[in-house]
């Protein structure tokens, strides 16, 4: 039997090659518990060999049955999870000093993703004080012992490691419910084992290119990852086509770390991206709906002095003008020259490289966005390629995808939600993307989404609410998730969704500088009204504010926070220890965070602080939509008014006036006046545009 064990560990352990990190961690003389998460088949047998021999498997009847050959070489209790009294079993064996292993999701995940946690776990750890060990499986949700079939592309030899996380209790509250209590100790197993996934796939000096080369190892180079409305293109094409413009702009970037790119959501964008990070240089990605002048400003900023675009770009979108005012100062390389410029020799030299999977050249591995804001000039936001890849893998411990799913992604790439989730994290974790070059056609992409059987999709509230607006009820059939970002969640837009479509729209929270994702909801933890709880591997605080009695300044620290920022005419200034958000923020006792404002978004009326959110929210709540956009004048009596823009013409004053005093609302909350606007105008980023709203009521136009 010894024997037996042996021969079978040596065959299990060369065919995976697990990686074991942090074993040592487990102290077996003490009660404890260890919590894998659960990917296949394999996980409890590949365990078996790699844990302490003290450790005793809480296997389900129905498995044990099938592996009873394997169990016979460890300790084990066969449960079965229909029969109430099998939890006092466990907490006998866990009292007598022992350690189980169990997995509390209580099953094999189907999803690719962690599955709803189980509440006997927490019960056990909290009744009898035991210390939990978090462990982290991944590759073998690639094997062919995974329930994944068709959602991953598998392997007979995957990459297996385990990793071994921070040690924890659970501790009891006697002034608490035990159903409380157990929801408690529930839901801090499900975040702790999202940030054990997280911290397990987490790596630093990262190179986004070599990522790519990677997926494509994992996915296959023949699947087809991105399309837009004139091509798809498989991973083989991409990385090829990456080499192929890399090598031609060796030359004509030679000296210039840092360029521009002037591009619609395009796979000839991320062709450029990826051909960019190839060749070691720092792509600063323009924002096209920009003027000449602020164009010109982040150009001086980041220190750009050659633009790569695209002539048909620049021709359909009616951008000569824009290419006319950058021109005497800027070199505009367009990518129709340097592929047709593009030799035999280049295109071998290109395939070579692919063949022998050429890494990218060492460099910064940095990437440029510019923030849209009030600021008289761009601040250029410093995000590295571990940055980015951070992100990715925060977002992706919360949430399940697989190749299955389908991204459709309108959002622009100089935005970083387009970026890093629209575009990049489908690149990487090998789901198809549909790339389209603008948010604002909305019927089109109702129709589109419909078309390519799309099942993830990006916006803004205010994109939302038209795609809602113009889309056949049957349009989103296919939709699994949809996120909203950038601005905040209007209610009747999430009312519209649901009534409509029957789809949940999960509202997230982010900023350019956090790469952005910094919160969100999901299916496993989802609270309507807030923006969801903090992803994995980030810490914050809140900070007082003077004047604000509830919540305070939201700061965070995390691997997805920026380098820094380039500021105009000062250069390159670091990120602090703490990035300041500010954001006003409550947080409640389960880590969910609701926004309360822009501390920028406020008046001092009469010595107080009005929220100009809290404003604009009363007004959707008395006339029942969403077409306000509050802003402060100056007033000589006051010191500041609030201005209320609205495209409604038939509301008044007046409504709104008793409406607030019959809700019995603070009277500074009324507006100063009102104005009817044919359209609220919006940045490139979908966000309304306050600062045009400011001009255009300081020259008192309409």
Request: net charge positive; hydrophobic share 45%.
């Amino acid at each position: 039997m010894v024997l037996i064990h042996a021969f079978l560990k040596m065959i299990l352990l060369l065919w995976f090659r697990p990686r074991i990190h942090g074993v040592n961690k487990i102290d077996l003389t003490k009660p404890s518990l260890i919590i894998p998460n659960h990917v296949s088949l394999l996980d409890a047998v590949l365990l078996s060999f790699c844990l302490p021999t003290g450790a005793t498997f809480v296997v389900n009847t129905g498995i044990a049955k099938r592996f009873a050959f394997f169990l016979r070489f460890r300790k084990h209790i066969a449960i079965d999870p229909l029969n109430p009294y099998s939890i006092r079993h466990m907490l006998r064996v866990i009292r007598k000093g022992e350690t189980l292993v169990i997995f509390p999701e209580g099953r094999i995940t189907t999803t690719g993703g962690l599955m709803k946690i189980y509440s006997g776990v927490g019960y056990l750890a909290m009744r009898t004080g035991a210390t939990v060990y978090p462990i982290a499986i991944n590759g073998l949700e690639r094997s062919i012992f995974s329930y994944l079939q068709g959602k991953l592309r598998r392997s007979l030899f995957p990459a297996v490691t385990m990793t071994v996380g921070t040690p924890f209790t659970i501790p009891r509250d006697e002034n608490r419910s035990m159903r409380e209590q157990k929801t408690a100790a529930n839901d801090l197993i499900l975040r702790t084992m999202q940030e054990e996934l997280f911290q397990s796939r987490m790596k630093q000096n990262v190179n986004l290119f070599d990522e790519a080369l990677a997926a494509a190892r994992l996915n296959g180079p023949k699947m087809e990852i991105a399309k837009d409305l004139t091509s798809a293109i498989n991973y083989r094409t991409l990385l090829i086509g990456s080499y192929l413009l890399g090598n031609k702009l060796q030359q004509p970037l030679m000296g210039k770390p840092v360029v521009g790119v002037l591009l619609p959501n395009s796979v000839g964008h991320l062709v450029t991206l990826l051909a960019l990070f190839c060749i070691g240089k720092t792509p600063a990605i323009l924002n096209f709906s920009l003027g000449i002048r602020s164009l010109l400003d982040c150009c001086e900023t980041a220190r750009i002095d050659t633009i790569l675009t695209s002539r048909a770009f620049i021709e359909k979108g009616k951008l000569e003008h824009i290419i006319a005012g950058l021109s005497p100062s800027i070199q505009i390389i367009y990518l129709e020259d340097l592929k047709a410029s593009a030799t035999a020799f280049d295109k071998l030299a290109a395939l070579t490289a692919y063949m022998t999977k050429k890494k990218a050249a060492k460099s910064a591995n940095e990437l440029i966005l510019f923030t849209s804001g009030s600021e008289s000039k761009p601040k250029g936001v410093v995000l590295t390629h571990t940055n980015l890849y951070a992100n990715i893998q925060q977002v992706t411990s919360m949430i399940d995808i697989t190749s299955r799913d389908k991204f459709f992604n309108a959002l622009p790439m100089f935005h970083s939600f387009g970026l890093t989730a629209g575009t990049l994290l489908p690149i990487i974790k090998g789901i198809p993307v549909y790339l389209y070059p603008s948010p604002l056609h909305y019927k089109a992409i109702a129709e589109l989404v419909y078309d390519q059987n799309a099942t993830i999709l990006f916006g803004t509230s205010t994109f939302m609410a038209g795609y809602g607006r113009m889309a056949h009820p049957y349009n989103f059939y296919s939709l699994r998730y949809v996120f909203a970002g950038a601005e905040k969640l209007k209610d009747d837009v999430r009312k519209l969704w649901m009534d409509k479509f029957g789809v949940r729209i999960f509202e997230g929270y982010g900023a350019t500088e956090t790469a952005p994702i910094l919160a969100l909801n999901t299916p496993l933890a989802n609270k309507p009204g807030t923006v969801g709880r903090l992803v994995p591997g980030m810490s914050y605080r809140l900070d007082p504010v003077a004047g604000i009695d509830e919540g305070g300044e939201l700061l965070v620290k995390g691997p997805n926070v920026m380098k820094g920022y380039l500021i105009h005419g000062k250069g390159f200034v670091p990120a602090g220890e703490w990035y300041h958000t500010g954001d006003l923020v409550t947080a409640d006792k389960e880590g969910f965070l609701s926004i309360q404002s822009r501390l920028k978004r406020f008046a001092k009326i009469g010595g107080e602080m009005v929220s100009l959110n809290l404003v604009e929210e009363l007004a959707m709540q008395c006339f029942g939509h969403s077409g306000f956009a509050a802003i402060t004048v100056n007033d000589q009596r006051k010191g500041e008014r609030v201005l209320l823009f609205t495209t409604d013409e038939t509301v008044q004053l007046s409504q709104l006036r008793a409406y607030l005093t019959e809700k019995q609302y603070s009277p500074l909350l009324i507006p100063g006046t009102m104005q009817v606007i044919k359209t609220l105008p919006l940045l490139g980023s979908g966000k309304t545009d306050y600062v045009s709203l400011k001009q255009l009521a300081e020259s008192g136009g309409n």
